[in-house]
Nanobody, 122 residues
Framework: QVQLVESGGGLVQAGGSLRLSCAASGRTFSSYGMAWFRQAPGKEREFVAAISGSAGATYYRDSVKGRFTISRDNAKNGVYLQMNSLQPEDTAVYYC???????????????WGQGAQVTVSS
């Protein structure tokens, strides 16, 4: 089973950009679908973006389409979330997650990182 560590969170002004990174341990990284979730205070966790093991397919929630890009580098055991045109409503703790099952289903993710805070000021 992989272990996940996020980095790259921080404070940014509205309209700015941030890039989150997630480093995974283990030698079977390419067999995992990977995703980013986020949770704002007092709100439910949201399924933000996901990518298949081969990086051949991706998913984005409607509110981030055209602004966020998920990518992965299987040689480096890494998954990334490039976030552009950030808005205050994007403020949340962002979690990296892994799944050995149906990567496009939020419920299939069962391995989690510790989270990275992203704060967007207006």
């Amino acid at each position: 089973q992989v272990q996940l560590v996020e980095s790259g969170g921080g404070l940014v002004q509205a309209g700015g950009s941030l890039r989150l990174s997630c480093a995974a341990s283990g030698r079977t990284f390419s067999s995992y679908g990977m995703a980013w979730f986020r949770q704002a205070p007092g709100k439910e966790r949201e399924f933000v973006a996901a990518i298949s093991g081969s990086a051949g397919a991706t998913y984005y929630r409607d509110s981030v389409k055209g602004r966020f890009t998920i990518s992965r580098d299987n040689a480096k055991n890494g998954v990334y979330l490039q976030m552009n045109s950030l808005q205050p409503e994007d403020t949340a703790v962002y979690y990296c997650a892994a799944s050995r099952e149906s990567w496009w289903k939020a419920s299939s993710y069962d391995v989690w990182g510790q989270g990275a805070q992203v704060t967007v000021s207006s």
